[in-house]
């Protein structure tokens, strides 16, 4: 059947896993989510943790897709993307987030350059949100010396993009500094100068979304990492910092957000370390829980639920 040409997670018998209760994915580790609804499914899309257990330091390899109806049963899909597709990359598959404009699937991911020291990102494309993915410039769209304020060699990563309503679309990026740029419509080019958002302990992690008219940047903050957001009028700015949306996730030092409305709820989608025995920093988690907000429109602090 065409379901089975999907990858089988946990019980052979089925393709799907049914998740109750966090983290939602408990046979593999997965890290950095960024989730989309196309066609009434959530596509999740995460960076697959590998360190063998007690070692620190990041092993990450490649990228999974998981597709779920009604956020419980989750489908695993054939690894859609991995660095190695980008013959400019050495590898390591750092944060990365996926976007739907007309019909095709952009996906900005982080990960080493080979000839230019640190990371960058690059965009792959698809006709599906499930892949194959492959490389839609040839070359990287972000790389470590686009930027200058920040003397680490990690400080260009962590993609979001965000499609205004209109039609605009603009990449968001960064660690230690937030920065953002106009994408053009074809959405592998940078499209006119790269400027900075002051937010308050920025670390990494940047995620835009609108709700109800209002912007929201949400990003992990300080470190360990919990998640704080900002609200803005405009996706230009001015940004006011709201405070802390999510405290720390058990067991890991950073964090990870994004978040969507599906059938007529919101959701927080984080990492934790929470699998036991082995999990921790390198070996993370994907967890999910709703997200709610105020009349005034700021958001409620998460409220993370484990079994
Ligand atoms: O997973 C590797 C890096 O750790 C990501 O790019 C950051 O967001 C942090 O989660």
Redesign the pocket.
Known sequence: SPAMASKTIINPADTTVKANSNPIITHKYT??PAAIVHKDKVYLYA?H?EAPARREG?V?NEWLVFSSPDMVNWTEHAVPLAPKDFAWSSG????SHVVERNGKFYWYA?VTHKDIPG?AVGVAVSDSPTGPFKDARGSALITNDMTTDVDIS?DD??PAVFIDDDGQAYIFWG?TVCHYAKLKDNMTELDGPIKTIKLPNFT??PWVHKHKGKYYLSY?YQFP?KTAYAMSRSIEGPWEYKGILNELAGNSN???QAIIDFKGNSYFIY?NGGIQPDGGSFR?SVCIDRLYYNKDGSMKRVVMTTE
């Open positions: 890290a950095d960076g943790d990041y990450m390591d598959a750092w944060a982080t990371k990690w990563i962590d660690n990494e992690a992990a990492e950073t964090n990870h990492h993370r």
